[in-house]
């Protein structure tokens, strides 16, 4: 039975390659506006559920709903126009571009109301980067090349592409990996802001920063639900202390 309740339903997700099942009978949900996260060992299987969401592997048998559609039967484009967006562990700006033109090219075309009156168009897409730069904390750094950002500012720039686009999922790979204190903390303030609207799937390695930000923990074990809960839920389940977390 399928709830609509949820903004995404995973059930019964499996591929398989070459006879090795990554991914094996998977299902979880996602509430709408729920930070979830997805912990576990190397090889676990996080990537690749990440991977058959968006359409980059195809499933060899279950079903992924988001909202009323079913995703394993659309392109990794249509995914996207459907309102979901992810992001990698690299960061896949455009280094010697401007933080602006990078927001700016992200921009969805198409969108406009105003047909031939292009000066308004403009007038909203600076508008609409400014907010996100903002949000993002890079708006003292509209003019500055890509390239000269931290690490942290860039990771943050890749989101401000995604979030522009204004998608309804956001799936972030490790999004703290090589990220100073200070910034992870700045992180977890994003993700609890930018959820008005949106539910957000995190992949993380970094048991601190989950505290910080998971509404929900599902923990993979070789394809598997292993546990599932709050982070104090999951913390003290004796199998997940053995597999992961007392290592
Ligand atoms: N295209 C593929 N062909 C064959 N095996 C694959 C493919 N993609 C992933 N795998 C295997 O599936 C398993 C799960 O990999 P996956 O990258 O999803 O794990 P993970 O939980 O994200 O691990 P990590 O924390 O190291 O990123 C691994 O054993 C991996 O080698």
Known sequence: ???????????????????????????????????????????????????????????TAGSIRFRSRELTEMKEHQIVHAGVGR???????????????????????????????????DAKVRERVAEIAEMIFLADHLSERAEYLSHGQKQWLEIGMLLIQDPELLMLDEPVAGMSVSERVKTAELLHRIIQGRSVIV??????????????????????VLSEGTMAHVKSDPRVVEVYLGH
Do not use: W
Request: with cysteine; net charge negative; glycine share 8%.
């Open 1 to 59: 039975m399928t709830n609509n309740d949820f903004l995404l339903s995973v059930e019964g997700l499996t591929v398989s390659f070459d006879g090795f099942k990554a991914v094996d009978d998977l299902s979880f949900y996602v509430d709408p506006e729920e930070i979830h996260v997805i912990i576990g060992p190397n090889g676990a299987g996080k990537t690749t559920a990440l991977d058959l969401i968006c359409g980059k592997t195809r499933a």
């Open 203 to 224: 992949i993380e390695h970094d048991m601190k920063f989950v505290e910080d930000i998971a509404h929900k923990v599902t923990v993979l074990h070789q394809g598997r």
């Open 87 to 121: 992001k990698f562990q690299n960061p896949s700006i455009y280094e010697d571009l401007t933080v602006f033109e990078n927001l700016e090219i992200s921009y969805p075309k198409g969108r406009s109301v105003f047909g031939a009156l292009a000066f308004k168009r």
